[in-house]
């Protein structure tokens, strides 16, 4: 079974600029989870969509990033314009139902560096 | 916000040595995680303890939960080079309705010496 797919892996940008991220889960998960992992800490959930909708977006900073998932698959998260504080390692996730319990399943990340 | 918090920060072992990593965490759970990441595989799940458990084990790992103290320990046994990385403990709770949400700590960095 392939796993969930991200990229680019790598991008460096300049502050103001924006920037978009890639997504494809784990065929068949309904759920699909975008993380933020700032160096030194764990990762800290910005959206989660069930299919292609929303439940929860609390920890969006909804000025500047925007997430969609088309169809129900494949997802991208948009930042515009691009601060500082945004360097991050950005993960994707999925899980098949999005209960409790559910394991979640991780990409590999892109490391954005904002210059 | 960070809901758990890994003590130590750090851990430097011997190869063959047990690592324990302690979790302590805030508000009731559904069930408490336990996440290893490190540079070739990334982020991936190791165990889950629900909140009416008090011991779970995997192969070389061991997780216990106190929920009236509010903590989790992971125990990896007979340690080797390759379980080097970063361990966290992630906290399942409901976020409203039928929603779960997880919240990870700052993570313990184990090192393991050959």
């Known amino acids: 079974e392939a796993g969930v797919a991200q990229s680019p892996r790598y991008k460096i940008i300049e502050k103001r600029q924006s920037v978009a991220f890639w997504c494809n889960p784990i065929?068949?998960?309904?759920?699909l989870y975008w993380y933020q992992q700032i160096l030194g800490q764990g990762p800290k959930l910005l959206i989660q969509?069930?299919?292609?909708?929303?439940?929860?977006d609390s920890q969006l900073p909804k000025d500047r990033f925007s997430a969609e998932r088309l169809k129900g698959v494949d997802s991208t998260l948009k930042i515009q314009p691009a601060k500082l504080e945004d360097s991050a390692v950005y993960l994707c996730?999925?899980?098949?139902?999005?209960?409790?319990?559910?394991?979640?399943?991780f990409g590999p990340g892109t490391r954005l560096t904002v210059l | 916000s960070q809901q758990g918090e890994e003590d130590p920060q750090a851990l430097s072992i011997q190869e063959g040595e047990n690592a324990t990593m302690n979790c302590s965490y805030k508000?009731?759970?559904?069930?408490l995680q336990w996440y290893r990441q490190n540079s070739g595989r990334g982020l991936v799940h190791l165990i889950l303890?629900?909140?009416?458990?008090r011991e779970k084990h995997s192969g070389r790992l061991r997780v216990t939960l106190d929920t009236s103290k509010k903590s989790s320990s992971l125990l990896i046994t007979a340690s080797r080079a390759a379980d080097t990385a970063s361990y966290f403990c992630?906290?399942?709770?409901?976020?409203?309705?039928?929603?779960?949400?997880?919240?990870f700590g700052k993570g313990t960095l184990l090192t393991v010496n050959p």
């Open positions: 508000t009731s759970i559904n069930n």
């Open positions: 996730a999925s899980s098949r139902y999005g209960v409790s319990t559910d394991t979640q399943y």
């Open positions: 303890i629900r909140s009416n458990e």
């Open positions: 065929s068949g998960h309904a759920t």
């Open positions: 992630a906290t399942e709770a409901n976020s409203g309705g039928s929603n779960y949400k997880l919240t």
């Open positions: 969509f069930q299919n292609n909708g929303v439940v929860d």
